[in-house]
């Protein structure tokens, strides 16, 4: 069996394919873990997988070196039928509910409000917020059941302070942390645990549609968060011993 803090656990992470997804899965794979990869992009998600394998196969002191097998599901988590599958697919991949499940996926769109597109601003809800909610209800009562399961939401320092622009992505990151308060106060003493990790701007592809204002209106890149800076925060939280719960990060650059 392979060594580390998660070794014998399951993760599923969505927005797995890139970014702090990504990350997200190569530390918690270094850390033992069986990974359930989640996002739309075929192509990127089988090419993580095979990275991992790579990893699982490197020699441990102490370990026997075998590859893992994870699994990779294509799925559009803001559509009902996929997270269905996703839920089909997991649960018979895992034989129950993941051990940890990490709601990564998002999007930033930025306007005005008065500019706003509503069909937009129901996207960024809808994906920001009800996908979030359509995967932890689609595992949430099995992880109760068993007494056990680790729900992490990747947040935003934007879930408490707010700049222009940001009405729809805003509304939908404060949204996002309410839900994971009251998961936070209804999970007490039931073994499932919540943390939330709201870091500061992050280093990713996100960032690419807004790259004129970056260094002006925006943070520039260079002064950034790096996508690994979040992922060592989600292996920190998942890995501390049952009896404690990492209620919240919140993360800055220096």
């Not at 109760?144 to 947040?155: E, K, L, M, P, T």
């Not at 992050?202 to 943070?219: C, F, M, P, S």
Request: charged share 20%; aromatic share 4%.
């Amino acid at each position: 069996m392979r060594a580390g803090p998660l070794a014998g656990r399951t993760a599923l992470i969505t927005g797995a394919s890139r970014g702090i997804g990504a990350a997200t899965a190569r530390a918690l794979a270094g850390a033992g873990a069986r990974l359930a990869l989640v996002a739309r992009g075929a192509d990127a998600l089988h090419a993580l997988a095979r990275e991992l394998a790579t990893i699982d196969a490197a020699p441990r002191a102490g370990a026997a070196a075998a590859p893992m097998a994870h699994l990779v599901v294509v799925a559009d988590c803001t559509h009902a039928a996929d997270v269905a599958r996703l839920a089909a697919d997991v649960t018979a991949w895992a034989g129950g509910p993941p051990d940890i499940l990490v709601n990564n996926a998002g999007i930033y769109p930025r306007a005005r409000l008065h500019e706003q597109d509503p069909d937009e601003f129901a996207a960024t809800l809808d994906a920001n917020l009800a996908a979030p909610f359509r995967v932890l209800h689609a595992f949430l009562a099995a992880m109760r059941a068993r007494g056990s399961g680790h729900v992490v939401s990747i947040g935003t320092v934007a879930d408490r302070n707010i700049w222009p622009l940001n009405g729809a992505y805003s509304a939908s990151k404060y949204g996002l942390r309410a839900l994971h308060e009251v998961l936070y106060a209804e999970s007490r003493g039931s073994g499932v645990r919540s943390t939330l990790i709201a870091p500061g701007a992050v280093d990713t592809d996100l960032w690419n549609t807004h790259d004129a204002e970056l260094g002006k209106t925006l943070t520039a890149r260079e002064r950034m968060l790096r996508p690994d800076d979040v992922a060592r925060a989600v292996l920190y939280a998942v890995s501390q011993p049952p009896h404690m719960i990492v209620h919240e990060l919140r993360l800055s650059p220096s």
